[in-house]
């Protein structure tokens, strides 16, 4: 497995890793809203909406600045 690091600071991504990137943001965020959340504790449904609201922020400062990509709200 190849791990994702940031690009060196003002270095753009090439557009099919950015394009995976997003995809992979959409795909964790679309199946943390799957999640039946009234059957975890207290603790563990927690977790999920920080890590829902991380990710709708990271992908709201990550999506083009032209309106285009993948909605990040889907499923919700």
Known sequence: MVGLSAPA?????????????GYRMH????NL???DVDRLDDADRERVETARD?????????RPSDGAGADAHADS
């Open 9 to 21: 600071s003002g270095e753009a991504l090439p557009m099919e890793q950015e394009f995976k990137q």
């Open 27 to 30: 795909r964790i965020l679309s």
């Open 33 to 35: 809203n799957r999640l």
């Open 54 to 62: 991380l990710l709708e922020e990271v992908s709201l400062l990550t």
